[in-house]
């Protein structure tokens, strides 16, 4: 699923991946600091598109699609629901 510094946790390879599978404390630890690895980085990936997505507003990048409006042009390009997008 997410490639966080090295193989993912829910590589089908790795044997963690097994449902059956528990670990120690040690384990359990690494396997939540990934975790919170992987959401600080889906955080700066979601930041950096709302600064550009910003950026594409100011000089209304989005009309060359067809789209009316920028909450439009995201819906349509990132598949977000309208309701989403306006806010």
């Not at 040690?26 to 980085?41: F, I, P, Q």
């Amino acid at each position: 699923m997410f490639d966080v510094e090295g193989t993912s946790v829910l590589d089908p390879r790795n044997e963690r991946a097994d449902p059956g599978w528990v670990g120690t404390h040690e384990d359990v630890a690494a396997l939540v600091a990934r975790a919170d690895a992987a959401h600080r980085a889906v955080g700066r990936a979601q930041l950096d598109l709302l600064r550009v997505i910003d950026r594409i507003d100011r000089c209304a990048g989005w009309e060359h699609d067809g789209a009316r409006d920028l909450p439009h042009w995201v819906s349509m390009r990132y598949g977000i629901s309208a309701w989403k997008a306006e806010r």
